[in-house]
């Protein structure tokens, strides 16, 4: 069974990343493209044609993760249906990036796959842990 304090431990690890990604979009969505395209035309592009869809996407993805978390903390069996939002969120988000924009052709997989790879990795790992929580009575 899990222990209070490894569950403690892995929901505030699971609350900060989520409020990194909090801070990622905030900084992306309103960063300045132009500044962006002097360094990195080709994410500048990407994110100046990202749909308006995309970016609600991203907002829940980060959102739900979050809650999530302190769903986690809180010891509340919600928490694994807004970790699975939050998964289906970056699979969405991801699956437009990779296939609806040229980054892969013009970046290469070494530069664009291995963060949203890491970032898909804690999604399915969060909603696993709660359910698995969800399962052994932890979280009600």
Known sequence: MATSRS???I????LLWGLMGIAAFTMQYTMDVHELARTDPASAR??????AWV???YAIAVATGTLGAIALLLRKA???FLCLISLVCVIAQFGYTFLGTNLLAEKGWAVTVPFPALIFAVALFAWLYARSLVAKGVLR
């Open 7 to 9: 569950v403690t431990i």
């Open 11 to 14: 929901g505030v690890i699971l």
């Open 46 to 51: 990407a994110f100046a044609l990202m749909p």
């Open 55 to 57: 970016w609600i996407v």
């Open 78 to 80: 919600i928490a694994p």
